[in-house]
């Protein structure tokens, strides 16, 4: 068994339990760090130019259309 | 406009609000610049509104959302050219500048990874790690089989391991013992 050997043949308790996490964390860690930086950037509050740009779309179609009020 | 029509307007309105922070979120996290992404979701919200009438109510307007950015994405990076390869050092001029944006250090090396990704490894992580899509609706945003967007993210997942130094048992150091105990609370 060398280092680079993945799976022990006879793990110990400890040893599989490490085993088992050696199988799972890189993915389970690559997530989470996916997870924190995109959660981030989505805490982050929206920019007003967006929202005024909605409105401004918004005000210029009901401006556009004479319809009556319904 | 009929009652009907009013109502999937202000309906339009609604979703389009409530995607946003996702919408931004991936706009920065695939351009890999703020003020790049931020005239993304600008061209973005005016492509939709112009478009509106080609959505089809009670379809998946976040992954038709997501579908225009992407587009929009793809389009100015050929207007630009290699110009858009360079992130790398925008990247360390905006860490050296706004390092309080990034938080800690790890997620700033993150996105120093994330950043090295191809295009396309790095969009189909994000859609379906972080943006919260199932591997068919992020095949349908980006334009291609099921099987190319597993595969994508399978490669992303590798690189990103790579990029990062996580390879395995040992190479976590101090951290590994709180990894694990996350991976046993998740694994149930």
Redesign the interface.
């Known amino acids: 068994m060398t280092?680079t050997s993945?799976k022990p043949g006879h793990p110990t308790e400890a040893e599989g339990?490490?085993a088992?996490?050696?199988g799972?964390?890189?993915?389970?860690?690559?997530?989470?760090?996916?997870?924190?930086?995109?959660g981030?950037?989505?805490?982050?509050a929206?920019?007003d130019?967006?929202?005024d740009?909605?409105e401004r779309?918004?005000a210029a179609e009901r401006k556009a259309?004479p319809?009556e009020k319904? | 406009?009929t009652?009907k029509g009013?109502e999937d307007d202000r309906s339009f309105?609604r979703t389009?609000?409530a995607t946003?922070?996702?919408l931004?979120?991936f706009a920065?996290?695939l351009s890999g610049r703020q003020d790049r992404a931020?005239d993304l979701?600008?061209d973005t919200?005016?492509k939709a509104?112009a478009n509106q009438a080609s959505f089809t109510p009670g379809t998946n307007m976040k992954a038709w959302l997501f579908t225009i950015l992407r587009n929009e994405f793809y389009s100015q990076m050929r207007k630009r050219g290699r110009e858009v390869q360079d992130t790398d050092g925008v990247f360390s001029s905006t860490l050296a500048t706004h390092p309080e944006q990034?938080?800690h250090m790890?997620?700033a090396d993150?996105?120093s990874a994330?950043d090295q990704l191809p295009e396309d490894q790095r969009e189909a992580?994000?859609l379906v790690?972080?943006?919260g899509f199932a591997y068919e609706e992020a095949a349908d945003v980006c334009g291609c089989a099921v099987g190319t967007i597993k595969s994508r993210v399978s490669r992303a997942?590798n690189r990103?391991?790579e990029l990062?130094g996580?390879?395995?048992?040992?190479e976590?150091g101090p951290d590994s013992e709180a990894?694990?105990v996350?991976?046993r609370a998740?694994?149930g």
């Open positions: 280092e993945k339990s490490h088992g996490f050696t799972l964390d890189p993915n389970a860690s690559i997530s989470r760090k996916l997870r924190d930086y995109y981030a950037l989505q805490e982050e929206i920019p130019r967006f929202l740009l909605l779309l918004d259309q319809t319904t | 406009m009652e009013k309105k389009l609000l946003l922070p996702n931004r979120a920065v996290s931020d979701v600008q919200i005016m509104w990034y938080g790890d997620l993150f996105k994330l992580i994000l790690g972080a943006a997942r990103l391991q990062l996580i390879s395995g048992e040992g976590f990894a694990s996350t991976v998740l694994g």
